[in-house]
Nanobody, 129 residues
Framework: QVQLQESGPGLVKPSQTLSLACTVS??????????WTWIRQAPGKGLEWIGD???????YANPSLRSRTSISRDTSKNQFTLQLSSVTPEDTAVYYC?????????????????????WGQGTQVTVSS
């Protein structure tokens, strides 16, 4: 069973860079055809997709955050990371890492959506001076 665990500082100062790592156990981040995702939830808000890195290393990010987001990986550590620059108090949230897989209808002829089948427990990050 795949396990994911977030790690990193719980407090970041405004204008600095938020940096988190997600360590994956019992599953390789290079395995076809999974994506490794960062998601966050601010107080009183819904879940927000930040971005992800695919099994082959391609990265994708939410357009609203793209200019500040960098996602990378270290395959030797089976770990992927998030860097969110120029943070403000609005970036305060619980940050999750998760595994994403696509779902299809009728032998993968039709793409019907995505499923986040494994999640980390989440880590609180507060942006404050």
């Amino acid at each position: 069973q795949v396990q994911l665990q977030e790690s990193g500082p719980g407090l970041v100062k405004p204008s600095q860079t938020l940096s988190l790592a997600c360590t994956v156990s019992n599953g390789s981040i290079t395995t076809n055809y999974y994506y490794w995702t960062w998601i966050r939830q601010a107080p009183g808000k819904g879940l927000e997709w930040i971005g992800d890195i695919a099994y082959g290393g391609n990265t994708y990010a939410n357009p609203s955050l793209r200019s500040r987001t960098s996602i990378s990986r270290d395959t030797s550590k089976n770990q992927f990371t998030l860097q969110l620059s120029s943070v403000t108090p609005e970036d305060t949230a619980v940050y999750y890492c998760a595994r994403k897989t696509r779902e299809y209808y009728s032998g993968k002829l039709y793409f019907t959506g995505v499923r986040y089948d494994y999640w980390g427990q989440g880590t609180q990050v507060t942006v404050s001076s």
